[in-house]
């Protein structure tokens, strides 16, 4: 078949119907044709790609600005002894940093922008990457992020810009990387255990009677992923066993554990559909609109998890806000008691009676007096005025989450999936900072 350029030279260009009111053209057009055979010539550097107000240098420059000591100290390779350089983790940091503002949340995908986009090539500065260098650093840096979380917070509320006054707490559930056909009872996860233990015997075998029957790299891929396999259906059992005695209490019979994330349920999404999620639980301060607590769980229920979020934050900056909004999935007796006793306000709504003559701030029977005073403060306007600025933080930051990509986890396991929401949440405060500390803002 003739190329597209050979068409042009040798055929009449026919644009179409012409306007009779002016004259015809005489002879071809002249047009301009691609030439990528040329060779060409573009000077300049890495640095050179992207303007100076580029959100990916201001995030190199917050990632230069962190003590990442301890990330440095666990690399064995030093200089005057033998060794394969790092990557230095600054770089890891920012281009994870810049790629879930971006929405990207794949390390092959991130991988592969590093070398054909400007500003992940600037970021890496010419350093070669591989997705699993980058896929083991986003889940191993639970304890570092949880602790740049509270730094990200700490600095401003000591310098006067964020006074932890108010928080509004909100659950988001994301899918998991799980299908709903991956849950099964007692005895299919069994056999599943046995063929797995199976399989591995025998490729262990194979590679030990015939070394050269693959490549070594082959053989070890099929032996690493028969040694996953077996250990997600040993701990999909273990997972069986609560979820067995919490249906058993429940009296709920048939109980299923997944064997691909043994640590998802499934849950009711917002669409009314059940898929396998992950509870994720955000705590931001409403003035600045920074995330102050991040918690992962496996329950769908928002329902007594004000608690352990309050301890968070109690944990991490040494007090307490004054006033806790939530929704009303939130609402539980033991919850209000613990945020009374420490001075919290807890600002959520009264849900409504079933007796239609019977006023939202009647008390019920086994009502507490946290419960009472919530009763009859939530009835006043002021109450209201205040629960107001719930959607606008909490619903707020769940947006921005799902349009940064916090759509569906592509990684396994609650440790693996609250490295993810730390991310998320540190991404969230960096860029509230930059805006916070932007001479426009003040």
């Not at 040329?38 to 550097?45: A, D, I, K, T, W």
């Not at 005025?385 to 930051?397: D, G, H, T």
Request: with cysteine.
């Amino acid at each position: 078949m003739a190329s597209n350029r050979a068409l042009f030279d040798k055929s009449e260009f026919v644009p179409g119907p012409l306007d009779t009111s002016e004259p015809a053209p005489v002879g071809k057009p002249r047009l301009r044709l691609a030439e990528r055979r040329q060779m060409v010539f573009h000077p300049g550097s890495l640095d050179d790609l992207i303007p100076e107000d580029h959100v990916a240098r201001s995030i190199w420059a917050y990632v230069c600005g962190l003590d990442l000591s301890p990330l440095l100290r666990q690399i064995k390779a030093v200089e005057g002894s033998e060794g394969r350089a790092m990557t230095d983790p600054r770089i890891l940091m920012a281009l994870w940093l810049y790629a879930t503002t971006e929405g990207v949340g794949s390390a092959r995908e991130l991988a592969r922008l590093c070398e054909c986009h400007t500003a992940y090539r600037w970021i890496a500065g010419g350093v070669s990457l591989n997705y699993h260098t980058l896929s083991d650093f986003r889940v191993a840096q639970e304890a570092l992020l949880d602790e740049l979380l509270t730094k990200s917070v700490a600095t401003l509320l000591h310098q006067g810009l964020v006074q932890l006054e108010e928080v509004a707490h909100d659950g988001v559930r994301v899918r998991a990387s799980a299908a709903s056909n991956s849950f099964h009872r007692r005895p299919t996860l069994e056999k599943c255990l046995q063929q797995a233990r199976e399989q591995m015997a025998r490729l262990k075998a194979e590679a030990e009677q015939d070394p050269a029957a693959g490549s070594a790299r082959r053989q070890a891929a099929r032996l690493r992923a028969a040694q996953e396999r077996e250990t997600r259906v040993a701990e999909a059992l273990k997972e069986l066993e609560e979820i067995e005695a919490k249906r058993k209490a429940a009296e709920k019979p048939n109980a299923r554990a997944s064997s691909t994330d043994p640590e998802a349920r499934v849950m009711k999404m917002a669409g009314g559909a059940f898929r396998p999620a992950y509870n994720v639980q955000f705590a931001t301060e409403t003035t600045s609109r920074l995330v102050v607590g991040v918690d992962v769980s496996n329950v769908g229920s928002d329902k007594g998890q004000m608690g352990p979020m309050a301890e968070q934050i109690q944990k991490r900056f040494g007090r307490v806000p004054k006033r806790y909004l939530a929704d009303g999935d939130f609402q539980c007796g033991e919850d209000f008691e613990q945020l009374k006793q420490q001075g919290t306000t807890v600002y959520v709504p009264l849900p409504k009676p079933r007796n239609p003559d019977r006023s939202p701030a009647a008390p019920l029977w086994g009502d507490t007096d946290a419960v009472k005073e919530w009763r009859l403060r939530m009835v006043t306007d002021e109450a209201k005025q205040i629960y107001k600025k719930r959607a606008s933080v909490a619903e707020w930051l769940n947006a921005q989450r799902r349009n940064h990509g916090l759509q569906q986890f592509v990684v396994r396991g609650r440790r693996k999936v609250r490295c993810i929401a730390l991310w998320h949440a540190l991404v969230n405060n960096v860029l509230q900072i930059f805006r916070i500390r932007s001479p426009i803002a003040s």
